[in-house]
Nanobody
Framework: VQLQASGGGLVQAGGSLRLSCAAS????????MGWYRQAPGKQRELVAV???????NYADSVKGRFTISRDNAKNTMYLQMNSLKPEDTAVYYC????????????WGQGTQVTVSS
């Protein structure tokens, strides 16, 4: 499984961005996809996840502001981020959990999101 993330950028507080993560390869083996983020000096944290069945889960800090979705026809996952805050500034990574032989995690490259106050 290969993951290609895009859509980061610089936005003012209160603004919006949409991140995309295109999956390729053994996409049929993906059981869940999600977004993590890592701010400078902090650990990587889960932002949102969606299972193959469509269940979603969000970090408390983004509930009501961020929405994870997918387009199965395009093998692409999205993260719509609204009402952005400076504390949302981080490198965002897409992640996929797949079963290829055994269960394996895959990471896309990070995309920088910077929210100015």
């Amino acid at each position: 499984v290969q993951l290609q993330a895009s859509g980061g950028g610089l936005v003012q507080a209160g603004g919006s961005l949409r991140l995309s993560c295109a999956a390729s390869g053994s996409v049929f083996s993906i059981k869940a996809m999600g977004w993590y983020r890592q701010a400078p000096g902090k650990q990587r944290e889960l932002v949102a996840v969606m299972t193959a069945g469509g269940s979603t889960n969000y970090a408390d800090s983004v509930k009501g502001r961020f929405t994870i979705s997918r387009d199965n026809a395009k093998n692409t996952m999205y993260l719509q981020m609204n009402s952005l805050k400076p504390e949302d500034t981080a490198v965002y990574y897409c992640y996929a959990r797949a079963v290829v032989g055994g269960e394996t995690g895959y990471w896309g490259q990070g995309t920088q999101v910077t929210v100015s106050s």
